[in-house]
């Protein structure tokens, strides 16, 4: 049997349905193996049923897409907000999880089902972090893994949340929060999923392979250095602000087609909320100028 990157299985769950303790291995950092102990929100049926799965989705959520949540120093050269491999491309690319509903779970978001499962909120962050990746049940540990948790005995504790972990770092903009709509835009418009340029109405010629992952690809494009604020026309600027409420930001990589809006939430936060072409580049459009030096 390949492997597991990374493995995870429900040890036991309280009562009162308070926490619930889950014991990982993480094949990056073997060392980290241990017990997270995930205190759970208050869950009313169907919720109730499937505490175990919750419980292992949210300690799959801090292992895989923030693990500085159970250490600071978790992955000492890497820092929150970097963009990893895909893991289509990655050498280990299976996540091991004990529970069914765990897997159905994680199925229902990154699109390899086309059923719904009661604790699919709890694994949304997967559409940002998990795609490619192949998800298993493993009832019972391996020797190898049996090996690691007697070795490593690591204890976190951690709280579930809906929350999907789905921010990047941008080195000019500071932290992005991506949008299900955005990443829905990004691979509509760039000819990754196999539709003709023309009928995106998209300068962007089809691609012959899409990437590992879209949202490692997007994630890319806003951690360029040379990412920039635009400034539109006025007749532009118009047309933009009848679609957003909020104050939108406008950004794009110069000798690009891509442009992302960008609207702050607070907290120097910014949600990409869309991604769109124009025929001619940034920096090579009439109805755009380039913004100076930036600040966050």
Sequence with gaps: MTRAAV??????????????????????????????????????EPLAGYAGAIAELEALKAIIA?????????????????????????????????????????????????????AKPFAKWGKFWLEGAKVRVGKRLDAYQQEALARY?????????????????????????????????????????????????????VQQHSPGSFSLSLSRWLLK?????LRLSQAVTKRKEKRYLSPSEYWGVPEQLFRFTLVPIGNDVRRLVTVYVRQRPVGMDPEETLEGAQVH
Excluded: C
């Excluded at 050269?77 to 996540?95: D, M």
């Excluded at 951690?158 to 990004?186: D, F």
């Design 7 to 44: 493995f995870t299985q429900v040890e036991s769950v309280s009562p009162s349905l308070e926490y619930a303790d889950i014991v990982f291995g993480d094949t990056s950092r073997i060392d980290r193996s241990g017990r997270i102990r995930v205190t759970l929100p208050v869950l009313d």
């Design 66 to 118: 923030n693990p500085w949540r159970l250490a600071e120093d978790y992955h000492a050269h890497e820092k929150p907000g970097s963009v990893g491999i895909a893991w289509n491309q990655r050498t280990l690319n299976v996540i091991q999880v004990s529970q069914g509903a765990t897997r159905k779970a994680l199925l229902a978001v990154i699109g390899e089902s086309a059923k719904d499962h009661p």
């Design 153 to 205: 005995s690591n204890a976190y504790a951690i709280e579930a949340s809906t929350s999907r972990e789905n921010r990047v770092m941008s080195p000019v903009a500071g932290p992005i929060e991506l949008s299900e709509h955005a990443l829905e835009q990004y691979a509509a418009r760039s000819g990754f999923i196999g539709n003709t340029a023309a009928a995106n109405n998209s300068p962007i010629p």
């Design 225 to 229: 250095e040379n990412l920039s604020k």
